[in-house]
């Protein structure tokens, strides 16, 4: 599975551990935790697998390899996708 930023040209703002995001695209804000806001930054510049961007969210918070929880991956990236910030493609679907 690859994941692509769905969003454009949204506007952040942090706050130690508060990340701030708001999205003109649907005037909406939105706060997320450190985590969540790291695999949005992910997707800035172009797709990844899920799997690249679980390791570089790992790498980013100064984790171990597999200790970020792949339920608590699968739940930030599935609100992300909800609030309509990333889509999901079957990575069969990004060859053309």
């Known amino acids: 599975m690859v994941l ?6 949204i506007r952040w703002q942090e706050w130690d551990d508060i990340h701030v995001v708001y999205q003109p695209s649907s005037a909406e804000t939105h706060v997320f935790n450190e985590t969540t806001a790291l695999i949005l930054k992910c997707l800035e510049y172009g797709p990844l697998s899920a799997d690249d961007v679980k390791e570089q969210t790992e790498v980013a918070l100064g984790v171990a390899p597999g200790e970020l929880a792949k339920e608590d991956f699968a739940f930030a990236t599935s609100r992300l996708e909800e609030l309509g910030l990333i889509d999901r493609l079957e990575a069969a679907s990004t060859v053309q």
């Open 4 to 9: 692509i930023s769905a969003a454009q040209d």
